[in-house]
């Protein structure tokens, strides 16, 4: 099995910055695409960006110049780093990852418990 940890998120100010970081940890033998969605109340979860292991990066429109996605694969790390927030912004974060165990000869796709980011006017 795999889990995925996120930590950041919290309160901020409209315009203000935040910062999410997100660990896979487990028997992992290799982590394939990472990335992160948000869900805000009565919305549908939606993708927010993705990184591959190489390769070009994926924003939705809303975040695209706001917010930056990295990672670091010796780590299996994954990072979102949010500047000019709106409180549109505001909702639950999720870590997601597609990885293979030792144990497993295929990829599985991985949720962290979600953080909460909020984002006042």
């Known amino acids: 099995q795999v889990q995925l940890v996120e930590s950041g998120g919290g309160l901020v100010q409209a315009g203000g910055s935040l910062g999410l970081s997100c660990a896979a940890s487990?028997?992992?033998?290799?982590?394939?695409?990472m990335g992160w969605y948000r869900q805000a109340p009565g919305k549908q979860r939606e993708l927010v960006a993705t990184?591959?292991?190489?390769?070009?990066?994926n924003y939705a429109d809303s975040v695209k110049g706001r917010f930056t996605i990295s990672r670091d694969n010796a780590k299996n790390t994954v990072s979102l780093q949010m500047n000019s927030l709106k409180p549109e912004d505001t909702a639950v974060y999720y870590c997601?990852?597609?990885?293979?165990?030792?144990?497993?000869?295929?990829?599985?796709?991985?949720w962290g418990q979600g953080t909460q980011v909020t984002v006042s006017s």
């Open positions: 487990g028997n992992i033998f290799r982590v394939n695409a």
């Open positions: 990184i591959p292991t190489g390769g070009s990066t």
């Open positions: 997601n990852a597609d990885a293979r165990t030792y144990a497993s000869s295929w990829y599985s796709n991985y």
